[in-house]
Protein backbone atom coordinates (compact mmCIF):
# COMPACT_ATOMS: atom_id res chain seq x y z
CA UNK A 1 0.00 0.00 0.00
CA UNK A 2 3.04 2.32 0.53
CA UNK A 3 3.31 3.41 -3.26
CA UNK A 4 -0.68 4.62 -2.88
CA UNK A 5 1.45 7.40 -1.11
CA UNK A 6 3.95 8.21 -3.38
CA UNK A 7 1.21 8.03 -6.39
CA UNK A 8 -0.08 11.89 -6.58
CA UNK A 9 3.53 13.14 -5.88
CA UNK A 10 4.88 10.84 -8.80
CA UNK A 11 1.95 11.88 -11.33
CA UNK A 12 2.10 15.29 -10.71
CA UNK A 13 6.19 15.37 -11.49
CA UNK A 14 5.54 12.96 -14.83
CA UNK A 15 2.52 15.25 -15.97
CA UNK A 16 4.29 17.94 -15.42
CA UNK A 17 7.70 18.14 -15.04
CA UNK A 18 8.53 14.79 -17.35
CA UNK A 19 6.16 15.92 -20.13
CA UNK A 20 7.24 19.42 -19.90
CA UNK A 21 11.00 18.37 -20.37
CA UNK A 22 9.71 16.27 -23.52
CA UNK A 23 8.17 19.47 -24.52
CA UNK A 24 11.30 21.22 -25.06
CA UNK A 25 12.94 18.21 -27.21
CA UNK A 26 10.04 18.23 -29.46
CA UNK A 27 10.01 21.79 -29.78
CA UNK A 28 13.75 22.07 -30.45
CA UNK A 29 13.92 18.91 -32.49
CA UNK A 30 10.27 19.78 -34.29
CA UNK A 31 9.95 22.49 -37.72
CA UNK A 32 8.69 25.94 -37.71
CA UNK A 33 5.59 26.49 -39.12
CA UNK A 34 6.27 28.48 -42.44
CA UNK A 35 3.95 31.07 -42.32
CA UNK A 36 3.47 31.69 -38.74
CA UNK A 37 7.05 31.52 -37.60
CA UNK A 38 5.57 29.58 -34.36
CA UNK A 39 6.71 26.00 -33.49
CA UNK A 40 5.43 22.74 -34.58
CA UNK A 41 6.55 20.33 -32.29
CA UNK A 42 7.33 16.96 -33.63
CA UNK A 43 6.33 14.18 -30.83
CA UNK A 44 7.34 11.35 -32.22
CA UNK A 45 11.02 10.40 -32.13
CA UNK A 46 10.77 8.81 -35.49
CA UNK A 47 10.23 12.14 -37.03
CA UNK A 48 12.78 14.10 -35.26
CA UNK A 49 14.61 16.86 -36.97
CA UNK A 50 18.14 17.88 -35.77
CA UNK A 51 18.83 19.81 -38.65
CA UNK A 52 17.54 23.07 -35.88
CA UNK A 53 20.33 22.00 -33.22
CA UNK A 54 22.75 21.50 -35.13
CA UNK A 55 22.77 24.62 -36.58
CA UNK A 56 22.81 25.95 -32.81
CA UNK A 57 25.52 23.81 -31.70
CA UNK A 58 27.38 25.39 -34.63
CA UNK A 59 27.11 28.37 -33.10
CA UNK A 60 28.09 27.40 -29.51
CA UNK A 61 31.18 25.60 -30.95
CA UNK A 62 32.85 28.82 -33.25
CA UNK A 63 29.62 31.36 -33.57
CA UNK A 64 27.95 33.72 -31.81
CA UNK A 65 26.97 32.26 -28.78
CA UNK A 66 30.21 30.64 -28.39
CA UNK A 67 31.25 33.62 -26.64
CA UNK A 68 28.26 33.63 -24.74
CA UNK A 69 29.10 30.21 -23.53
CA UNK A 70 32.58 31.20 -22.23
CA UNK A 71 31.47 34.42 -21.06
CA UNK A 72 29.03 32.63 -18.54
CA UNK A 73 32.00 29.88 -17.96
CA UNK A 74 34.06 32.27 -16.30
CA UNK A 75 31.30 34.12 -14.32
CA UNK A 76 30.45 31.36 -13.01
CA UNK A 77 34.02 29.96 -12.06
CA UNK A 78 34.70 34.06 -10.80
CA UNK A 79 31.76 33.85 -8.77
CA UNK A 80 32.40 30.61 -7.50
CA UNK A 81 35.56 31.79 -6.17
CA UNK A 82 34.01 34.58 -4.26
CA UNK A 83 31.68 31.96 -2.74
CA UNK A 84 34.77 30.30 -1.71
CA UNK A 85 36.67 32.78 -0.01
CA UNK A 86 33.75 34.37 1.56
CA UNK A 87 31.71 31.53 2.43
CA UNK A 88 34.49 29.32 3.40
CA UNK A 89 35.74 31.41 6.76
CA UNK A 90 32.03 32.51 7.50
CA UNK A 91 31.34 28.91 7.65
CA UNK A 92 34.04 28.04 9.61
CA UNK A 93 33.70 29.50 12.22
CA UNK A 94 30.05 29.37 12.71
CA UNK A 95 30.47 25.96 12.98
CA UNK A 96 33.83 25.86 15.19
CA UNK A 97 34.83 28.91 16.77
CA UNK A 98 31.34 30.64 17.38
CA UNK A 99 30.34 29.05 21.16
CA UNK A 100 27.84 30.75 22.49
CA UNK A 101 26.78 33.20 20.14
CA UNK A 102 26.69 30.47 17.28
CA UNK A 103 22.44 30.25 17.69
CA UNK A 104 22.45 33.94 16.86
CA UNK A 105 24.91 33.92 13.95
CA UNK A 106 23.36 30.85 12.14
CA UNK A 107 19.47 33.01 12.54
CA UNK A 108 21.45 36.01 11.07
CA UNK A 109 23.26 33.27 8.40
CA UNK A 110 19.56 32.15 7.45
CA UNK A 111 18.36 35.46 7.04
CA UNK A 112 18.69 36.24 3.39
CA UNK A 113 16.42 33.32 2.61
CA UNK A 114 13.80 34.82 3.68
CA UNK A 115 14.40 38.26 1.91
CA UNK A 116 13.67 38.32 -1.63
CA UNK A 117 16.39 37.71 -3.69
CA UNK A 118 14.86 40.56 -6.38
CA UNK A 119 14.91 43.13 -3.02
CA UNK A 120 18.52 42.19 -2.35
CA UNK A 121 19.54 43.37 -5.81
CA UNK A 122 17.22 46.25 -5.82
CA UNK A 123 19.12 47.38 -2.78
CA UNK A 124 22.54 46.82 -5.03
CA UNK A 125 20.89 49.22 -7.58
CA UNK A 126 20.24 51.89 -5.41
CA UNK A 127 23.61 51.57 -4.15
CA UNK A 128 25.49 51.71 -7.13
CA UNK A 129 23.88 54.44 -8.63
CA UNK A 130 26.09 57.37 -10.01
CA UNK A 131 25.19 59.50 -6.75
CA UNK A 132 24.47 56.32 -4.70
CA UNK A 133 26.45 55.29 -1.22
CA UNK A 134 29.28 52.95 -3.26
CA UNK A 135 30.46 56.14 -5.25
CA UNK A 136 29.91 58.76 -2.48
CA UNK A 137 32.43 55.75 -0.16
CA UNK A 138 35.12 55.32 -2.76
CA UNK A 139 35.07 58.95 -3.19
CA UNK A 140 35.59 60.07 0.80
CA UNK A 141 38.04 57.00 1.06
CA UNK A 142 39.89 58.20 -2.16
CA UNK A 143 39.98 55.68 -3.78
CA UNK A 144 38.24 56.39 -7.04
CA UNK A 145 37.98 59.81 -8.52
CA UNK A 146 34.66 60.69 -10.52
CA UNK A 147 31.85 58.90 -10.23
CA UNK A 148 31.84 55.25 -12.33
CA UNK A 149 28.40 54.30 -13.12
CA UNK A 150 28.70 50.21 -12.06
CA UNK A 151 25.20 49.81 -13.77
CA UNK A 152 25.76 50.04 -17.57
CA UNK A 153 27.36 46.36 -18.07
CA UNK A 154 29.84 45.88 -15.87
CA UNK A 155 31.50 42.18 -15.38
CA UNK A 156 32.72 43.01 -11.90
CA UNK A 157 29.28 44.49 -11.24
CA UNK A 158 27.83 41.11 -12.02
CA UNK A 159 30.26 38.88 -10.65
CA UNK A 160 29.86 40.94 -7.33
CA UNK A 161 25.82 40.52 -7.66
CA UNK A 162 26.06 37.19 -8.05
CA UNK A 163 28.57 36.45 -4.91
CA UNK A 164 26.14 38.20 -3.26
CA UNK A 165 23.12 36.34 -4.18
CA UNK A 166 24.30 32.91 -3.79
CA UNK A 167 27.07 32.94 -1.19
CA UNK A 168 24.10 31.92 1.66
CA UNK A 169 23.30 28.86 -0.19
CA UNK A 170 26.74 27.88 -0.17
CA UNK A 171 27.48 28.70 3.64
CA UNK A 172 24.92 26.35 4.70
CA UNK A 173 25.55 22.78 3.34
CA UNK A 174 29.50 23.40 3.93
CA UNK A 175 28.81 24.41 7.57
CA UNK A 176 26.61 21.38 8.10
CA UNK A 177 29.66 19.36 7.55
CA UNK A 178 32.30 21.35 9.37
CA UNK A 179 29.83 21.31 12.46
CA UNK A 180 30.08 17.48 12.05
CA UNK A 181 33.66 16.86 11.48
CA UNK A 182 34.77 15.14 14.95
CA UNK A 183 36.53 17.75 17.20
CA UNK A 184 38.52 14.53 18.26
CA UNK A 185 40.72 14.51 14.90
CA UNK A 186 41.34 18.29 15.16
CA UNK A 187 42.67 17.87 18.37
CA UNK A 188 44.74 14.43 17.31
CA UNK A 189 46.54 16.87 14.45
CA UNK A 190 47.68 19.45 17.42
CA UNK A 191 48.59 17.12 19.76
CA UNK A 192 51.18 15.50 17.12
CA UNK A 193 52.54 18.62 16.82
CA UNK A 194 50.98 20.05 13.80
CA UNK A 195 50.77 23.61 13.70
CA UNK A 196 47.34 24.81 14.13
CA UNK A 197 47.72 25.69 10.02
CA UNK A 198 48.94 22.01 8.62
CA UNK A 199 45.62 20.69 11.02
CA UNK A 200 43.84 22.65 9.18
CA UNK A 201 45.48 21.69 5.51
CA UNK A 202 45.66 18.13 6.77
CA UNK A 203 42.88 17.51 8.64
CA UNK A 204 39.63 19.81 8.60
CA UNK A 205 39.95 20.92 4.77
CA UNK A 206 40.20 16.98 3.66
CA UNK A 207 37.21 16.51 5.85
CA UNK A 208 35.16 19.50 4.49
CA UNK A 209 35.71 18.55 0.65
CA UNK A 210 32.21 16.91 0.40
CA UNK A 211 30.44 20.01 2.18
CA UNK A 212 32.60 21.87 -0.33
CA UNK A 213 31.71 19.64 -3.12
CA UNK A 214 28.03 20.22 -2.58
CA UNK A 215 27.99 23.48 -1.61
CA UNK A 216 29.66 24.64 -4.75
CA UNK A 217 27.13 22.44 -6.82
CA UNK A 218 24.21 23.74 -5.57
CA UNK A 219 25.49 27.42 -6.42
CA UNK A 220 26.83 26.48 -9.75
CA UNK A 221 23.87 25.30 -10.86
CA UNK A 222 21.21 28.44 -10.17
CA UNK A 223 24.19 30.42 -11.76
CA UNK A 224 24.28 28.83 -14.94
CA UNK A 225 20.64 29.43 -15.84
CA UNK A 226 20.60 32.94 -13.86
CA UNK A 227 19.94 35.26 -16.19
CA UNK A 228 18.19 38.19 -13.83
CA UNK A 229 20.89 39.03 -11.67
CA UNK A 230 22.68 39.81 -14.89
CA UNK A 231 20.14 42.07 -16.44
CA UNK A 232 18.72 43.74 -13.59
CA UNK A 233 22.42 45.09 -12.52
CA UNK A 234 23.52 46.08 -16.16
CA UNK A 235 20.34 47.83 -16.87
CA UNK A 236 19.72 45.32 -19.70
CA UNK A 237 22.69 45.87 -21.27
CA UNK A 238 23.43 43.10 -23.52
CA UNK A 239 27.41 43.32 -23.05
CA UNK A 240 27.72 40.84 -20.18
CA UNK A 241 24.56 38.64 -21.50
CA UNK A 242 24.84 34.81 -20.18
CA UNK A 243 23.42 32.20 -21.67
CA UNK A 244 20.16 32.17 -19.70
CA UNK A 245 19.81 35.78 -21.65
CA UNK A 246 20.67 34.45 -24.77
CA UNK A 247 17.19 31.94 -24.15
CA UNK A 248 15.23 33.97 -23.05
CA UNK A 249 15.72 36.60 -25.63
CA UNK A 250 14.57 33.61 -28.06
CA UNK A 251 11.34 32.62 -26.17
CA UNK A 252 10.24 35.72 -24.77
CA UNK A 253 12.13 38.83 -26.34
CA UNK A 254 11.78 36.83 -30.17
CA UNK A 255 9.50 33.93 -31.46
CA UNK A 256 12.70 31.62 -31.97
CA UNK A 257 11.41 29.26 -29.54
CA UNK A 258 13.08 26.35 -31.48
CA UNK A 259 16.47 28.04 -30.83
CA UNK A 260 15.49 28.59 -27.08
CA UNK A 261 14.82 24.87 -26.66
CA UNK A 262 17.50 23.72 -28.11
CA UNK A 263 19.67 26.08 -26.28
CA UNK A 264 18.33 24.60 -23.10
CA UNK A 265 19.21 21.02 -23.77
CA UNK A 266 22.63 22.34 -24.78
CA UNK A 267 23.13 24.11 -21.39
CA UNK A 268 21.48 20.64 -19.66
CA UNK A 269 23.99 18.49 -21.69
CA UNK A 270 26.76 20.76 -20.31
CA UNK A 271 25.15 20.83 -16.42
CA UNK A 272 24.35 16.76 -16.90
CA UNK A 273 27.46 15.55 -14.63
CA UNK A 274 27.05 18.50 -11.67
CA UNK A 275 23.41 17.39 -11.83
CA UNK A 276 23.78 13.63 -11.88
CA UNK A 277 26.95 13.99 -9.06
CA UNK A 278 24.29 16.03 -6.67
CA UNK A 279 21.87 13.27 -7.08
CA UNK A 280 24.17 10.21 -6.59
CA UNK A 281 25.86 11.45 -3.56
CA UNK A 282 21.91 12.47 -1.95
CA UNK A 283 20.44 9.01 -2.54
CA UNK A 284 23.67 7.83 -0.83
CA UNK A 285 23.25 9.42 2.16
CA UNK A 286 19.48 8.66 1.67
CA UNK A 287 20.39 5.12 1.85
CA UNK A 288 23.14 5.57 4.80
CA UNK A 289 20.32 7.53 6.76
CA UNK A 290 17.39 4.89 6.07
CA UNK A 291 19.69 1.77 7.39
CA UNK B 1 47.43 36.93 14.22
CA UNK B 2 46.96 33.15 13.74
CA UNK B 3 43.30 33.13 12.88
CA UNK B 4 42.96 29.48 13.70
CA UNK B 5 44.08 29.52 17.10
CA UNK B 6 43.11 26.74 18.96
CA UNK B 7 44.21 26.84 22.92
CA UNK B 8 41.48 29.52 24.02
CA UNK B 9 39.14 28.70 21.09
CA UNK B 10 39.18 31.98 20.08
CA UNK B 11 39.67 33.06 16.68
CA UNK B 12 39.27 37.24 16.31
CA UNK B 13 40.01 37.31 12.63
CA UNK B 14 37.36 34.59 12.25
CA UNK B 15 34.72 36.21 14.10
CA UNK B 16 35.50 39.87 12.30
CA UNK B 17 35.20 38.40 9.00
CA UNK B 18 31.78 36.79 9.79
CA UNK B 19 30.38 40.00 11.41
CA UNK B 20 31.34 42.07 8.28
CA UNK B 21 30.22 39.48 6.28
CA UNK B 22 26.86 39.52 8.24
CA UNK B 23 26.56 43.37 7.82
CA UNK B 24 27.28 43.24 3.99
CA UNK B 25 24.78 40.82 4.17
CA UNK B 26 22.21 42.67 5.46
CA UNK B 27 23.10 46.21 6.09
CA UNK B 28 21.96 47.08 1.52
CA UNK B 29 18.44 45.89 2.44
CA UNK B 30 17.96 47.86 5.29
CA UNK B 31 19.31 50.76 2.63
CA UNK B 32 16.36 49.91 0.72
CA UNK B 33 14.15 49.85 3.10
CA UNK B 34 14.86 53.20 4.23
CA UNK B 35 14.83 54.43 0.58
CA UNK B 36 10.90 53.31 0.32
CA UNK B 37 10.22 55.65 2.95
CA UNK B 38 12.39 58.59 1.00
CA UNK B 39 10.05 62.25 0.32
CA UNK B 40 12.07 62.59 -3.06
CA UNK B 41 11.44 60.60 -6.55
CA UNK B 42 15.55 59.68 -5.99
CA UNK B 43 16.62 56.04 -5.26
CA UNK B 44 19.77 56.91 -4.30
CA UNK B 45 19.86 59.75 -1.98
CA UNK B 46 17.71 59.63 0.83
CA UNK B 47 16.09 63.62 0.99
CA UNK B 48 13.63 63.88 4.26
CA UNK B 49 11.16 61.18 6.06
CA UNK B 50 7.80 60.32 4.40
CA UNK B 51 4.96 57.90 3.57
CA UNK B 52 4.73 59.18 -0.01
CA UNK B 53 5.32 55.76 -1.63
CA UNK B 54 3.31 53.67 0.76
CA UNK B 55 0.09 56.02 0.17
CA UNK B 56 0.91 59.32 0.11
CA UNK B 57 1.52 59.38 -3.41
CA UNK B 58 -2.17 59.67 -5.44
CA UNK B 59 -0.64 57.69 -8.16
CA UNK B 60 2.57 55.99 -7.57
CA UNK B 61 2.07 55.08 -4.36
CA UNK B 62 1.75 50.92 -3.14
CA UNK B 63 -1.92 51.92 -2.00
CA UNK B 64 -2.56 53.65 -5.28
CA UNK B 65 -1.16 52.38 -7.82
CA UNK B 66 -3.16 49.40 -8.89
CA UNK B 67 -0.49 47.05 -10.79
CA UNK B 68 1.43 47.00 -7.22
CA UNK B 69 -1.05 45.79 -5.26
CA UNK B 70 -2.55 43.72 -7.55
CA UNK B 71 1.14 42.45 -7.82
CA UNK B 72 1.37 41.93 -4.18
CA UNK B 73 -2.33 40.15 -3.55
CA UNK B 74 -1.03 37.79 -6.89
CA UNK B 75 2.09 36.75 -4.78
CA UNK B 76 0.66 36.32 -1.52
CA UNK B 77 -2.34 34.24 -2.85
CA UNK B 78 -0.14 31.91 -5.26
CA UNK B 79 2.27 31.08 -2.25
CA UNK B 80 -0.82 30.60 0.24
CA UNK B 81 -1.86 28.19 -2.86
CA UNK B 82 1.26 26.52 -3.57
CA UNK B 83 1.58 25.69 0.55
CA UNK B 84 -1.62 24.38 0.41
CA UNK B 85 -1.18 21.56 -2.07
CA UNK B 86 2.76 21.60 -2.66
CA UNK B 87 2.95 20.47 1.34
CA UNK B 88 0.12 17.43 1.44
CA UNK B 89 1.68 16.41 -2.16
CA UNK B 90 5.01 15.78 -0.68
CA UNK B 91 4.57 14.19 2.53
CA UNK B 92 2.27 11.81 1.07
CA UNK B 93 5.47 11.47 -1.23
CA UNK B 94 8.33 10.72 1.45
CA UNK B 95 6.39 8.87 3.12
CA UNK B 96 5.44 6.79 0.58
CA UNK B 97 9.27 7.00 -1.37
CA UNK B 98 10.26 6.30 2.34
CA UNK B 99 8.81 2.49 2.54
CA UNK B 100 8.25 1.37 -0.47
CA UNK B 101 11.03 -0.49 -2.18
CA UNK B 102 11.76 -1.90 -5.26
CA UNK B 103 12.98 -0.72 -8.60
CA UNK B 104 10.15 1.71 -9.45
CA UNK B 105 10.63 3.56 -5.92
CA UNK B 106 14.00 4.37 -6.77
CA UNK B 107 12.85 5.23 -10.17
CA UNK B 108 10.16 7.45 -8.39
CA UNK B 109 13.12 9.19 -5.54
CA UNK B 110 15.63 10.00 -8.93
CA UNK B 111 12.92 11.46 -10.78
CA UNK B 112 11.88 13.46 -7.79
CA UNK B 113 15.24 14.52 -6.88
CA UNK B 114 15.46 16.00 -10.59
CA UNK B 115 13.56 18.71 -10.05
CA UNK B 116 16.07 20.18 -7.07
CA UNK B 117 19.01 19.98 -9.30
CA UNK B 118 17.21 21.83 -12.56
CA UNK B 119 18.13 25.55 -13.16
CA UNK B 120 15.23 27.68 -12.78
CA UNK B 121 15.33 28.60 -16.41
CA UNK B 122 15.01 24.78 -17.93
CA UNK B 123 12.15 24.81 -15.41
CA UNK B 124 10.57 27.90 -16.75
CA UNK B 125 11.33 27.30 -20.75
CA UNK B 126 9.64 23.61 -20.51
CA UNK B 127 6.65 25.06 -18.38
CA UNK B 128 6.32 27.88 -20.83
CA UNK B 129 6.02 24.99 -24.01
CA UNK B 130 4.22 22.46 -22.23
CA UNK B 131 1.20 24.60 -21.47
CA UNK B 132 1.54 26.28 -25.08
CA UNK B 133 2.21 22.90 -26.61
CA UNK B 134 0.35 20.49 -24.56
CA UNK B 135 -2.33 21.60 -21.68
CA UNK B 136 -3.57 24.29 -23.61
CA UNK B 137 -6.76 23.77 -22.49
CA UNK B 138 -5.24 25.30 -18.76
CA UNK B 139 -6.19 28.58 -18.32
CA UNK B 140 -3.09 31.13 -18.62
CA UNK B 141 -2.01 32.98 -15.93
CA UNK B 142 -2.48 32.50 -12.49
CA UNK B 143 -3.38 28.49 -12.86
CA UNK B 144 -0.20 27.64 -14.49
CA UNK B 145 1.61 29.86 -12.25
CA UNK B 146 0.73 27.70 -9.56
CA UNK B 147 1.04 24.42 -11.81
CA UNK B 148 4.55 25.58 -12.30
CA UNK B 149 5.52 26.60 -8.36
CA UNK B 150 3.86 23.39 -7.12
CA UNK B 151 6.23 21.30 -9.62
CA UNK B 152 9.10 23.68 -8.16
CA UNK B 153 8.88 23.27 -4.53
CA UNK B 154 7.35 19.98 -4.23
CA UNK B 155 10.82 18.04 -4.36
CA UNK B 156 11.90 20.07 -1.18
CA UNK B 157 9.32 18.91 0.97
CA UNK B 158 9.87 15.48 -0.19
CA UNK B 159 13.27 15.74 1.08
CA UNK B 160 12.88 17.43 3.86
CA UNK B 161 10.24 15.13 5.42
CA UNK B 162 12.22 11.90 4.48
CA UNK B 163 15.35 13.31 6.72
CA UNK B 164 13.10 13.44 9.84
CA UNK B 165 11.44 9.92 8.71
CA UNK B 166 14.78 8.67 8.59
CA UNK B 167 15.80 10.26 11.92
CA UNK B 168 12.43 8.38 13.40
CA UNK B 169 12.42 5.51 12.55
CA UNK B 170 9.87 3.21 12.27
CA UNK B 171 9.76 1.62 15.90
CA UNK B 172 6.81 3.92 17.00
CA UNK B 173 4.58 3.23 14.49
CA UNK B 174 4.94 -0.26 15.04
CA UNK B 175 4.51 0.10 18.19
CA UNK B 176 1.17 1.68 17.51
CA UNK B 177 0.57 -1.44 15.42
CA UNK B 178 1.01 -3.57 18.18
CA UNK B 179 -1.27 -1.89 20.29
CA UNK B 180 -4.13 -2.50 18.07
CA UNK B 181 -3.95 0.89 16.18
CA UNK B 182 -4.68 0.24 12.32
CA UNK B 183 -2.38 1.26 9.47
CA UNK B 184 -4.09 4.55 8.87
CA UNK B 185 -3.99 5.22 12.90
CA UNK B 186 -0.77 4.89 12.98
CA UNK B 187 -0.05 7.14 10.52
CA UNK B 188 -2.46 10.31 11.66
CA UNK B 189 -2.10 9.95 15.85
CA UNK B 190 1.78 8.92 15.46
CA UNK B 191 3.30 9.10 12.30
CA UNK B 192 2.12 12.63 11.27
CA UNK B 193 2.64 14.51 14.79
CA UNK B 194 6.05 13.34 15.10
CA UNK B 195 6.61 14.79 11.66
CA UNK B 196 5.26 18.04 11.99
CA UNK B 197 8.81 20.13 12.82
CA UNK B 198 9.53 18.62 9.21
CA UNK B 199 6.03 19.62 7.83
CA UNK B 200 6.28 23.40 9.66
CA UNK B 201 10.31 23.55 8.13
CA UNK B 202 8.36 22.25 4.45
CA UNK B 203 5.74 24.77 5.02
CA UNK B 204 8.20 27.54 5.56
CA UNK B 205 10.26 26.51 2.78
CA UNK B 206 7.71 26.61 -0.01
CA UNK B 207 6.30 29.47 1.10
CA UNK B 208 9.12 31.25 0.68
CA UNK B 209 10.16 30.08 -2.24
CA UNK B 210 6.99 30.89 -3.67
CA UNK B 211 7.18 34.26 -3.00
CA UNK B 212 10.36 34.71 -4.25
CA UNK B 213 10.57 33.14 -7.24
CA UNK B 214 10.68 34.76 -9.92
CA UNK B 215 11.73 33.01 -13.41
CA UNK B 216 9.06 30.52 -13.75
CA UNK B 217 6.00 33.43 -12.72
CA UNK B 218 7.69 35.52 -15.54
CA UNK B 219 7.65 32.56 -18.07
CA UNK B 220 4.24 32.06 -17.27
CA UNK B 221 2.77 35.52 -17.15
CA UNK B 222 0.81 36.90 -19.11
CA UNK B 223 0.60 40.61 -18.45
CA UNK B 224 0.15 43.12 -15.46
CA UNK B 225 -2.87 41.12 -14.02
CA UNK B 226 -0.87 38.27 -13.72
CA UNK B 227 2.22 39.95 -12.76
CA UNK B 228 3.74 39.02 -9.29
CA UNK B 229 6.09 41.13 -6.84
CA UNK B 230 9.59 40.15 -8.34
CA UNK B 231 8.23 40.29 -11.96
CA UNK B 232 7.49 43.75 -10.75
CA UNK B 233 10.95 44.74 -8.81
CA UNK B 234 12.75 43.13 -12.01
CA UNK B 235 10.53 45.47 -14.64
CA UNK B 236 11.27 48.40 -12.61
CA UNK B 237 15.16 47.96 -13.05
CA UNK B 238 15.01 48.51 -17.03
CA UNK B 239 12.49 51.85 -16.68
CA UNK B 240 12.66 55.16 -14.80
CA UNK B 241 11.40 53.34 -11.33
CA UNK B 242 10.53 55.08 -7.60
CA UNK B 243 11.00 54.41 -4.52
CA UNK B 244 7.53 52.68 -4.73
CA UNK B 245 9.28 49.49 -5.94
CA UNK B 246 11.42 49.85 -2.31
CA UNK B 247 8.22 50.44 -0.63
CA UNK B 248 6.37 47.44 -2.19
CA UNK B 249 9.18 44.97 -1.72
CA UNK B 250 9.30 46.25 1.97
CA UNK B 251 5.91 45.42 2.71
CA UNK B 252 6.79 41.97 1.36
CA UNK B 253 9.41 42.14 3.73
CA UNK B 254 7.41 42.52 6.80
CA UNK B 255 4.74 40.15 5.83
CA UNK B 256 7.91 36.86 5.45
CA UNK B 257 9.34 37.84 8.49
CA UNK B 258 6.08 38.50 10.19
CA UNK B 259 4.97 34.25 8.95
CA UNK B 260 8.20 32.93 9.82
CA UNK B 261 7.89 34.25 13.06
CA UNK B 262 4.86 32.95 13.58
CA UNK B 263 5.26 30.14 12.12
CA UNK B 264 8.66 29.29 14.90
CA UNK B 265 6.43 30.36 17.46
CA UNK B 266 3.31 28.08 16.72
CA UNK B 267 6.60 25.26 15.51
CA UNK B 268 7.80 25.79 19.46
CA UNK B 269 4.42 25.31 21.45
CA UNK B 270 3.95 22.60 19.35
CA UNK B 271 7.57 21.04 19.54
CA UNK B 272 6.20 21.15 23.41
CA UNK B 273 3.81 18.92 22.91
CA UNK B 274 4.85 16.43 19.88
CA UNK B 275 8.23 16.48 19.26
CA UNK B 276 11.70 14.88 20.33
CA UNK B 277 11.71 11.30 21.88
CA UNK B 278 9.80 12.34 24.64
CA UNK B 279 6.86 13.95 22.35
CA UNK B 280 6.85 10.37 20.37
CA UNK B 281 7.02 8.48 23.64
CA UNK B 282 3.60 10.65 24.96
CA UNK B 283 1.88 10.41 21.22
CA UNK B 284 2.21 6.59 21.61
CA UNK B 285 1.02 6.26 24.91
CA UNK B 286 -2.27 8.85 24.06
CA UNK B 287 -2.72 5.93 21.34
CA UNK B 288 -2.72 3.36 23.71
CA UNK B 289 -5.08 4.77 26.17
CA UNK B 290 -7.57 5.37 23.13
CA UNK B 291 -7.47 1.98 21.58
CA UNK B 292 -7.34 0.44 25.39
Redesign the interface.
Known sequence: ??????????G???A??????Y??M??AFGSVDPVLRT?V?AWNPAHWDFSAISEVLHRVFGGDLGKVFVRTFWFVAASLAGCIA?GY??A???AR???RRRGL?LA??V?????????????????L?????VNRLLHVLHLQGPPRNWLDGNPQTVIFGLV?GY??FFILPLYSTLERIDGRL??AG?DLGAS??Q??LRVTLPLSVPGLMAAS?ITI??M?????TN??LT??SPKTDMV?NQ??HY??GTTQ?QT??SL?LI??AF?FV??AY??YT??RQ?RL??R | M?????RN???PV??M??WV??L???L??L??VR?SFNSGK????FQSMSFRWYWGDKTLSVWHDATLHTAMLNTLQLAALCMLLATP??V??A??????RGK??NA????????????????G??????FT??YTGVPSGMSRQL??H??FT??FV??IV??RL??IGNQYEEAARDLGAT?MQAIRLVLLPLLAPAIFASVMVVF?TS??D??ISS?LSTGASTDT??IK??S???GTSTPA??AL?SV??VF??VA?ALAAVAMKRMSRGGGGTDGAARAVGNLASLTG
Not at chain 1, 114 to 120: A, D, F, G, N, V
Not at chain 2, 95 to 100: D, K, V
Not at chain 2, 125 to 130: D, G, S, W
Open positions: MWPVFAVPGVWLIFFVVSVAVAVAPVPVYYVKAGVLLLPFWISYLMRMLAWTNLQPDGIYVPIERAITFVLPFGDYYTYSGGIELLPGAVLMLLMYMTVQAD | NPFRRGRALAVTYIWSIPVVAISRSALGAMIGLHRWLSANGLMLIPIVTPEIVFVALFLVQVIGITMSVVRGAARAIDFVFVPIYGAKLNAMLTLI
